[in-house]
């Protein structure tokens, strides 16, 4: 099996990084769903980005947030792609926003990216290799202890889920140190990775964390779900997402099932 390289997808990452930058100089929102903000930003980039992987890899199926979001995902290769992800803190002028793309073959991912142009800071991982943040090895942290573990986690746009949102945040925030809500699954995936938070929990779409997902594994940290997931690939299914040290992983378990 030949792969396109970390490096061709980190680059292809930083140029998408750069148009999201520009665009935020004259920002154009709507609302998908009547509440999901969406700028011309997330669809430039997203565009960009699946030109270029069609260009470089037609035979690829691509599922994407824009511009495929119902694609299928059962193929030799599969791109998942986020153009941006944090797209609230990124009309609101917040620098936690970040491009993921990830690259799945027969079902594992295989290579991940998740760059944040507004702190230039590239997440980097290639499975069985490990992980990088600006190209220097990265591992998670090693807390043990739940009283002093920061965890993160995001809200829907939706509210209908509030009550069980609430009765979780409430357990959580009780047990450990504190709680963050940063606004982007990605990152958030990857401040664990990089040893910046302990754990992070929360239901997504496949775009949100399929290539910091891989961050993760490879910087040490345990990923799974805390609600056994339907049948199908795991590893594409954002629902009950966990993610923690290994320590961590089983006692934030328990408190999130
Ligand atoms: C969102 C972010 C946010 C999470 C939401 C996601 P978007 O992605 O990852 O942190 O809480 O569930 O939808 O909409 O900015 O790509
Ligand atoms: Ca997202
Ligand atoms: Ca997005």
Redo the contacts with the bound molecule.
């Keep these: 099996m030949s792969l396109p390289s970390l490096d061709w997808i980190i680059a292809l990452a930083q140029q998408a990084g750069e148009l999201i930058r520009r665009e935020r100089h004259h920002l154009n929102c709507n609302y998908k769903h009547q509440t ?1 903000l969406v700028t011309q930003a997330d669809v430039a980039a997203d565009g960009m980005i699946h030109a270029a992987l069609s260009n470089s890899f037609p035979s690829h199926a691509i599922l994407s ?1 824009e511009l495929a979001p119902s694609a299928t995902t059962e193929h030799e290769f599969l791109w998942v792609i ?1 153009p ?5 803190n990124y009309a609101h002028g917040h620098p936690q926003v970040a491009v993921s793309i990830a690259l799945y073959h027969h079902g594992n991912a295989v290579l991940g990216v998740v760059h944040n142009p507004f702190l230039q800071e590239t997440f980097a991982a290639q499975a069985g290799r490990g992980a990088w943040l600006n190209r220097e090895r990265i591992q998670c942290a090693a807390t043990d202890d739940l009283r002093r573990a920061i965890i993160a986690t ?4 939706h509210k209908d889920d509030v009550p069980t949102l609430m009765v979780r945040l409430q357990q959580v925030l009780s047990h450990c140190a504190d709680i963050r809500r ?5 990152l ?1 995936i990857c401040w664990v990775a990089c040893g910046r938070l302990d754990g992070y929990y ?1 239901s ?2 496949p775009w ?1 964390f399929a290539a910091a997902r891989l961050i993760a594994i490879e910087a040490g940290a345990k990923a799974g779900h805390y609600v056994e997931p339907p049948a199908g690939n795991p590893q594409l299914c954002g629902e009950h997402l966990l993610v923690s040290t290994p320590a961590l992983y089983s006692q934030l378990h328990n408190l999130l099932r």
């Design positions: 999901e947030e986020d941006i992800d944090g797209t609230v995001g809200f829907p746009y940063l606004g982007s699954a990605a958030d929360e997504v779409k949100d």
